[in-house]
């Protein structure tokens, strides 16, 4: 079984400073982990992908994230935010394709950004 | 990356009524998913559909509720039946990555049930 917790439902910060957006994860399986975000009334973009290579991964925008499995983390962060990040974001897991319905999607609950002028 | 396109973008629909929604894929996939947004939530997966198979649905979601059309590699349809406003989400499709596990999501249809 996989499952995604999201730290925090909200999370608001000023323009300019850093945004740490928090993911823990459930697997019984060497997991790949996602974030997507979508923005209102737009559909789901992936912003970075790890999938066992790098720990660390870059992704679009400016955004990062660390896979972390003593700590069962993948946590999203960007050294200064911008207007536009407002968004909502969304920590995902799947499994190995081999296993039988472990290649499904699993979400979190979801965080909203918001930047503060 | 592929492009997905789904219609309609929106619409406002009487309760027990049904509303068929399609989505286009710009290249051949082997799989396809349905997702449900409800307001202010996360997403769920509905069904998984295979082209020249059966969908196969998630625990909580029913055929006959959410019938799943597959006629070809790069379409597919989702009936919403005898709605609801409980049914009122947005309602998106994916394909998979041909080389990842990641998903490629279409815009979405946004479902009003008055």
């Known amino acids: 079984a996989q499952s995604v917790t999201q730290l925090d439902s909200h999370v608001s910060v000023s323009e300019g400073t850093p945004v740490l957006l928090r993911c823990n994860y459930s697997?019984?399986?060497?997991?790949?982990l996602f974030w997507y975000v979508q923005h209102p009334n737009k559909g789901l973009q992936l912003l970075l992908k790890?999938?066992?290579?790098?720990?660390l991964v870059k992704g679009i925008n400016g955004f990062e994230a660390e896979f972390k499995k003593s700590e069962t983390s993948f946590h999203l962060t960007k050294p200064s935010a911008h207007m536009s990040d407002a968004a909502e974001y969304f920590c995902v897991v799947s499994g190995p394709a081999q296993i039988q319905g472990a290649q499904k999607l699993v979400f979190g609950q979801g965080t909203r950004l918001t930047i503060n002028p | 990356s592929a492009v997905i396109s789904q219609k309609p973008s929106r619409d406002i629909c009487q309760r027990g009524t049904s509303l068929t929604i399609q989505c286009q894929v710009d290249s051949q996939v082997t799989m396809m998913f349905w997702y449900r947004q409800q307001p202010g939530q996360s997403l769920t997966l509905i069904a998984t559909a295979n082209q020249g198979s059966e969908a196969t649905y998630e625990s909580g979601f029913v055929i006959d509720k959410f019938p799943i059309s597959r006629p070809n590699l790069t379409f597919s349809t989702l009936t919403v039946s005898n709605m609801s406003p409980e049914d009122s989400s947005i309602y998106l499709c994916?394909?998979?990555?041909?080389?990842?596990?990641?998903?490629?999501f279409g815009p979405g249809t946004r479902l009003t049930v008055t």
């Open positions: 790890y999938t066992s290579a790098a720990t």
């Open positions: 994916s394909v998979e990555e041909s080389q990842g596990r990641w998903q490629y």
């Open positions: 697997s019984s399986y060497s997991p790949s």
